[in-house]
């Protein structure tokens, strides 16, 4: 097919009905917000309190939620121009889809690092201080944004060597599959993403069940320990689930094609919004330490 009809067919299979555009417009909208503003009171929080800046733990927080609120904003910002405008062109969308991949396969990553720590924290808790230092976790972070480009910028330039510089100039409905469509970029994307999902569910089940099992025999919370870990696994299931999306995606188009708008959008809500929700819950709300910062900060600029 040529590209203009392929972008046509892209458009129509994505295209929604009015009564419907409205309402997920602005359910999107508010969610992101919602987000957005919660997660601005953490980070508030953190930098207005130097007993956040020691501890490991919190600066990897920090940098998932600060991931957290660059993906929202930019998949609200692609949500909402796929409906007002439909086309944009082809370089701004290949910087958006970039940068909304880079720190999307980030979260995992920073997931998988936390647990590590947390698994340092609890089961062998006198090496922890060693271990797990300030330098140590800022070059942690460093190392995971090289990972995630090492794996993100090949798409560009695959797309850069092999597309005319025509397309680059054209408009195209803007997703990851109308720009990045080339076969060797979607077979290097599904290599990627099952070693992603085996390393990184490796990482989790090791030591979360190490946790838990710390948890039942020496800790006199076993109840909440327990919560609070299969809270965060539920929270790395939903984002490891966005390594299945595409294969999904595929599936949904060929069994419920009549549908396939609203399996979009539930896709986008369950695999982009909805374990950024919970991140301010596990890491933030829960946490006794950031708890009661977050009120008096929260009770302080109630006051003012």
């Given at each position: 097919?040529s590209?203009?009809?392929?972008?046509?067919?892209?458009?129509?299979?994505?295209?929604?009905?009015?009564?419907?555009?409205?309402?997920?417009?602005?359910?999107?909208?508010v969610?992101?917000?919602?987000?957005?503003?919660?997660?601005?009171a953490?980070?508030?929080?953190?930098?207005?309190?130097?007993?956040?800046?020691?501890?490991?733990?919190?600066?990897?927080?920090?940098?998932?939620?600060?991931?957290?609120?660059?993906l929202?904003?930019?998949?609200?910002?692609?949500?909402?121009?796929?409906?007002?405008?439909?086309?944009?062109?082809?370089?701004?969308?290949?910087?958006?889809?970039?940068?909304?991949?880079?720190?999307?396969?980030?979260?995992?990553?920073?997931?998988?690092?936390?647990?590590?720590?947390?698994?340092?924290?609890?089961?062998?808790?006198?090496?922890?201080?060693?271990?797990?230092?300030?330098?140590?976790?800022?070059?942690?972070?460093?190392?995971?944004?090289?990972?995630?480009?090492?794996?993100?910028?090949?798409?560009?330039?695959?797309?850069?060597?092999?597309?005319?510089?025509?397309?680059?100039?054209?408009?195209?409905?803007?997703?990851?599959?109308?720009?990045?469509?080339i076969p060797?970029?979607?077979?290097?994307?599904?290599?990627?993403?099952?070693?992603?999902?085996?390393?990184?569910?490796?990482?989790?089940?090791?030591?979360?069940?190490?946790?838990?099992?710390?948890?039942?025999?020496?800790?006199?919370?076993?109840?909440?320990?327990?919560?609070?870990?299969?809270?965060?696994?539920?929270?790395?299931?939903?984002?490891?689930?966005?390594?299945?999306?595409?294969?999904?995606?595929?599936?949904?188009l060929?069994?419920?094609?009549?549908?396939y708008?609203?399996?979009?959008?539930?896709?986008?809500?369950?695999?982009?919004?909805?374990?950024?929700?919970i991140?301010?819950?596990?890491y933030g709300?829960?946490?006794?330490?950031?708890?009661?910062y977050?009120?008096?900060?929260?009770l302080?600029?109630?006051?003012?």
């Amino acid at each position: 097919m040529s590209t203009s009809s392929t972008n046509q067919t892209v458009a129509i299979n994505y295209r929604d009905a009015f009564a419907n555009v409205v309402p997920k417009n602005v359910f999107v909208v508010v969610l992101c917000i919602s987000i957005n503003y919660i997660n601005v009171a953490l980070m508030q929080t953190f930098s207005k309190n130097q007993i956040f800046y020691t501890n490991p733990r919190y600066i990897l927080f920090l940098h998932l939620i600060l991931n957290d609120m660059i993906l929202v904003t930019l998949s609200t910002m692609m949500f909402v121009i796929s409906y007002v405008l439909i086309r944009i062109n082809v370089s701004v969308c290949c910087v958006l889809t970039l940068l909304a991949v880079l720190v999307t396969e980030n979260t995992p990553l920073n997931l998988a690092c936390m647990a590590v720590e947390c698994y340092i924290a609890i089961c062998i808790p006198l090496r922890h201080v060693q271990i797990c230092t300030v330098k140590r976790t800022l070059i942690l972070i460093g190392l995971i944004w090289m990972t995630s480009m090492l794996s993100v910028l090949p798409d560009l330039f695959i797309s850069l060597a092999t597309m005319p510089l025509d397309f680059f100039n054209s408009r195209v409905f803007c997703i990851k599959e109308t720009v990045f469509r080339i076969p060797q970029i979607i077979k290097k994307r599904d290599i990627t993403y099952i070693v992603y999902l085996v390393i990184v569910w490796f990482i989790i089940f090791f030591t979360y069940f190490k946790i838990l099992f710390t948890a039942k025999t020496a800790s006199q919370d076993a109840t909440k320990a327990r919560n609070t870990i299969i809270l965060h696994g539920f929270q790395v299931l939903l984002s490891m689930s966005m390594y299945i999306e595409p294969p999904l995606k595929e599936a949904l188009l060929k069994w419920l094609p009549q549908y396939y708008s609203d399996s979009l959008f539930a896709c986008y809500i369950i695999f982009q919004i909805l374990p950024r929700a919970i991140s301010p819950i596990v890491y933030g709300v829960r946490d006794k330490t950031y708890r009661k910062y977050l009120k008096k900060y929260l009770l302080c600029k109630m006051s003012s």
